[in-house]
Structures are given as C-alpha cells and as structure tokens.
C-alpha cells in the first residue's frame, strides 16, 4: 500500500511495528439520504487493530544494514497491507468492479476501503475520500525498572496538549479567575511538524482573529493586549541521551526527573527572551517547579517551534519551554512520569500568577 512520508520522523523503528490507521473520513449520504440528511460529512476513524506493517530486510540481504540505514522513501517504506491470494479468497477475483468499491476502488485498495467502511458502518461507495495517518498499534504504558518512565507514541507534543489543558482547568477552579483581568486560553494547533503554514496550522492568522474577537470592542484594544501578554510555547524538549552525551552543550544537558526545560537559541529558533525566562522562572518558584536550560551546540543544527511564528505575527513576548523526553520523533517516545505533574504545576501557575507578576514587575 502507498503511503507518504511527513515530516522528520526517524524511519528505522517503523520497520519493527505493527501499525494501525487512524484518520478522518469523508462520506457521501447514503442513496442521497443519510439518517435523514442529504449533507456531506465526515468522520474519525480509528482502526485498533495491527493491518499494517513496513518489514525489515533480512539481514543475509544486506549485510551493511548495521553500519547504515539510509531508506528509499519511495520504495523501501511502503506498508504490507494484504496479499491478493488471500484477497482474492475472501472477496473473490472481482473486488474492484464490485458496486461497493466502485466510488474508490480507482484510488485506494479496495480491502483498505472494506475495512473503513465497516468501522464506520456504512458501505463502501459511501466514502468518497480520507486522511489517514499510521500509528504505532502499542498503548502507552509505564516503563523501567522502578516505574519511572513513560512509553508513548506522540508524546511529542501530546504531552503538553493534555498538560496545558489539565492545568488551565485546574486554573480555572481557583478564585484567581474571577479577580483576572487577563483571558486565560490554550490553543492547539495542527501541522507544526510541517511548517505549520496551513488554515489549521499556526502560521495562519486564525489566533489572531479569535484573539482580535474577544480582545473587547474598545479601539485598540487588541494591540495594547499583545504586549502586556504572555505566550508559553509548550513543545517537548531534548533530554541528555547517555549514549549520546556529546550531542548536548556541555553546560546545557536537560535530564529526566529535573524539571522542565527553558529553551534558548540566539538566531531566534526559539522566541525566549531574558525577560519572558525571567517571568517562568518566578512563575516556577511559586509553583515549586524546578526549570533547566537548553540551548544547541554551535556545531549543530536547531529544531524551531511555533513559537517565533507565532511571537513575530502577534507581536506577544513568548518563552519556549518543554518537558525533557528521549527519542523524539520516533515511532514510540520515551519520558520520564515526573515531567507531567511538573508541567500541569507550571502551566496552573502560570495561569494563576502570572497577572500579578506583571502588574508588580518593571520589566
């Protein structure tokens, strides 16, 4: 089955998963009448079940498989999905020229194209396109020796979705709230792996309209707000790999169990600045969160957030921040369990101090 490949991801794991699809599906009504609507639709759908896999070479076919792994894209990631012996036994020789396959039969594999229809619960000539993405089949799960880690595809950046969002309701059950004169939000965007410049991405002026909203009907409003805000670009951060230290600054070296990182770089990959750090770190004091540093190697290249997207286009004072996990962007992740306690506390705190560390500082 074809697939394309999206972003940078480490490819070498995907070759030892199973894999499932997940995604969105778009329907068409049945014989133009769907539960008593006529409208187009979509769905989400999320196959639980391993139908995929990418396999290795063995190694007697490649004898240098373990001084390099440099794979063809095109050809040497392509998923297993059937084979036409079996298809052909359970669907028979003709599955394509089928009336259930006809819509799709063209574009997808028809197997593919049963096994969403019957998640879904309709029939095949119902859909009419999709999105679907691979996924490692495996659940999260506690790991190590004494429990301490986390196992997890996409803890980059789920982490910090499912923490901002935990702390912000936390926030929210403080009567702090009511004597805040500031808007309290989180925003989740999609796309940020991959430039980030789409309608859903951050890169769009979506934040901005919604901002521009609810910034109040007064002129100028929304331009004084920027500036005597507060962005918090949560993305995970690079911990120290211990059979890699030497990839990390030698008095920069994030560890798990240490606290969250602060992420700094002087050509403005991230949008920290002394005085957005200063502001985390008295937000972190109050809240009895330990921070460290990052910043790159000088003989090493630097990943980006959408903080300095978002930061240039809004002009709001920003500090990139993230807990430190390993094997970022690989098919399963790797972080310490302390991180997520961690980052709800900041986040809560930040929500709760924030206005009144502004309101006293002269920064």
């Known amino acids: 089955m074809g697939k394309y490949s999206r972003g940078s991801a480490i ?38 079940r391993p139908i995929l896999r990418v396999p290795n070479i063995a190694i007697h076919l490649m004898r240098d498989m ?10 040497h990631l392509q ?20 009336s259930d396959f006809k819509q799709e039969a063209d574009k997808h594999h028809p197997v593919l194209v049963h096994i969403l229809s019957g998640e879904l619960g309709m029939t095949a000539d119902q859909i009419m396109d999709f999105e679907l993405c691979l996924a490692d089949t495996q659940p999260a799960c506690l790991g190590g020796a004494l429990n301490e880690f986390i196992f997890a595809p996409r803890l980059d950046n789920l982490l910090n979705a499912y923490t901002a969002m935990e702390g912000l309701l936390d926030a929210c059950n403080n009567e702090t709230l009511q004597q805040d004169p500031n808007i309290r939000m989180i925003s989740l965007f999609d796309n940020e792996e991959v430039g980030s410049q789409s309608a859903q991405g951050a890169g769009s002026t979506f934040q901005e309209l919604v901002l521009r909203r609810i910034s109040g009907p007064t002129p100028g409003s929304f331009e004084i707000a920027m500036p005597r805000s507060l962005m ?32 700094h770089n002087a050509n403005q990959r991230y949008a920290t600045t002394a005085v957005t750090a200063a502001i985390l770190r008295e937000v972190a004091t109050r809240s009895h969160v330990p ?40 098919i399963r992740e790797m972080c310490c369990t302390s991180s997520v306690l961690q980052s709800i506390k900041l986040y809560k705190g930040f929500f709760e101090f924030f206005p009144e560390i502004y309101a006293s500082s002269n920064l």
């Open 11 to 48: 490819f070498d794991p995907w070759s030892t998963f199973s894999v499932i699809c997940v995604g969105l599906v778009d329907y068409a009504p049945a014989c133009y009448v769907f539960q008593n609507d006529s409208k187009l639709g979509h769905r989400l759908v999320h196959v639980k």
């Open 291 to 330: 921070l460290q540093d990052f910043v790159v190697r000088n003989d090493s290249p630097c990943g980006s957030t959408i903080g300095p997207i978002m930061s240039a286009k809004l002009g709001m004072p920003t500090v990139d921040i993230g807990g430190p996990q390993l094997s970022m962007h690989s």
């Open 232 to 263: 918090v670009s949560a993305d995970q951060a690079h911990a120290v790999h211990p059979n890699y230290s030497e990839k990390h600054e030698d008095q920069h070296r994030p560890g798990l169990h240490k606290g969250i990182v602060v992420k």
């Open 79 to 98: 998923p297993i999905l059937a084979t036409s012996v079996q298809e052909e036994l359970e669907y028979g020789s003709k599955t394509a020229e089928t």
């Open 66 to 75: 373990n001084e390099k792994f440099s794979p063809n894209k095109e050809t």
